[in-house]
C-alpha cells in the first residue's frame, strides 16, 4: 500500500507509490517450450540465477528468467505467463530466503511435481545475515558477497548435473570457468573498493540490500527501508540517517535501481535543510541486473558497474 512519509522538523512530507517500486520494465522472455530436443528446460526468478544457469548449461539449457530489469522481487507477483514458464519448466531455481516473498505458496505448490530449489539452500546459516528488524529471518541479498553467491553457483552447478548426468563434463568444466571469474570478481570488489578512505567507507542506499556487500567489502551500510521493500520507510529511520550523514559529513548517498527514487531525494533534501549538501552518487543495481545485451546485463558486469557508481562517488 502507499506509505505516508513525514521528515519531522524539516517539512517534508513524502508519499511513496506502492511500497516504493518502479513500474516494471519490458522483460524479454523466451517461453521454455521453444527448447530443442535435449534441452534441459530451467526457469528461474531473478536475473542472476538466470546469468548463472546460462553461463553453466550453455547450449544444454534454454534458460527463461522471470524478473527482468527494474522487477523489485519482494513485490513480484507471478503473471499468467511465469506459471507457464514454471510448469513447463524441467527445473525450477529461485533465490529463496524469502527474497520472493509473494511466489512461497507458488513454489510449495510446483515442488510437488518437479525440483525446485532455493539456490542459496547451501549456504552455511552462520554465514547468514540475521538483521534484527528482520527477525527470524535472514537477510536474502546474498548475491553482493561475491564469495557467497560462488556457493549458490554451485548448488544450480550440482542441480543441472544431477538433471542433465550425460553433460556432467561441460557443466563442471562451464562452473570451474565461472567460479574462477566469480574469484577474480571478488578479489577485484577488495581492491577497488579498498583505495575509499576510511572516514567514507559508509554507503547510504533506498533498501537494506547491501548489508553482504558492506560485511564483504568493509563498508558501513545504512538504508531507508528494511531488508524487503515491503517495509515502511518510518519518519524516525529518515530522521535518524539525515543526522548519521550530516554528523558524518557523509558527501553522496545512492539511488537503486529497483526501488523509486523518492525517499533517497527526501533525505538529500533532509540534509540540506541541515546546512549539509549532499548529492546523489548515482544508481546502483540492486535486486535486478541491467538491461540485456548491455555489460549490466551480466551478473558480474552488474557487479562491476556498482562499484565504479560507488568508487567514483566516494573516494
Ligand atoms: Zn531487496
Known sequence: GAGRLAVVGLGIVLTFGASGCKEPGPTAKASPSSATKGQLRVTCTIGMIGDAARNLGGEHVMVTALMGPHIDPHLYKATPADHRALLEADLIFYNGLHLEGRMSDLFVQLAR???????????????????????????????????????????????????????????????????????????????????????????????????????????????????????????????????????????????ESTVNPRSIEALVQGCSGRGHPIKIGGQLYSDAMGAEGTPEGTYVGMVRKNIDVIVKALQ
Not at 124 to 131: F, S, Y
Not at 137 to 147: L, T
Not at 170 to 192: I, W
Open 113 to 255: 511435481k518437479r525440483p525446485v530449489i532455493a539456490v542459496t539452500q547451501d549456504i552455511k546459516p552462520e554465514l547468514l545475515r540475521e538483521p534484527p528488524e528482520f527477525e527470524g529471518n535472514y537477510d536474502p541479498h546474498v548475491w553482493f558477497d561475491v564469495s557467497l553467491w560462488m556457493s549458490a553457483v554451485e548448488t544450480i552447478r550440482n542441480s543441472m548435473i544431477e538433471h542433465l548426468p550425460a553433460h556432467r563434463d561441460v557443466l563442471q568444466s562451464n562452473g570451474k570457468k565461472y567460479l574462477d571469474e566469480l574469484a577474480v570478481l571478488h578479489a577485484e570488489c577488495k581492491t577497488r573498493l579498498g583505495i575509499i578512505p576510511k572516514e567514507r567507507r559508509v554507503l547510504v542506499t533506498a533498501h537494506d540490500a547491501f548489508g553482504y556487500f558492506g560485511r564483504a567489502y568493509d563498508l558501513e551500510v545504512f538504508a531507508i527501508q528494511g531488508i524487503s521493500t515491503e517495509s515502511e520507510a518510518g519518519i524516525k529511520k529518515m530522521n535518524d540517517l539525515v543526522n548519521v550523514l550530516v554528523e558524518r559529513k557523509i558527501g553522496a548517498v545512492f539511488v
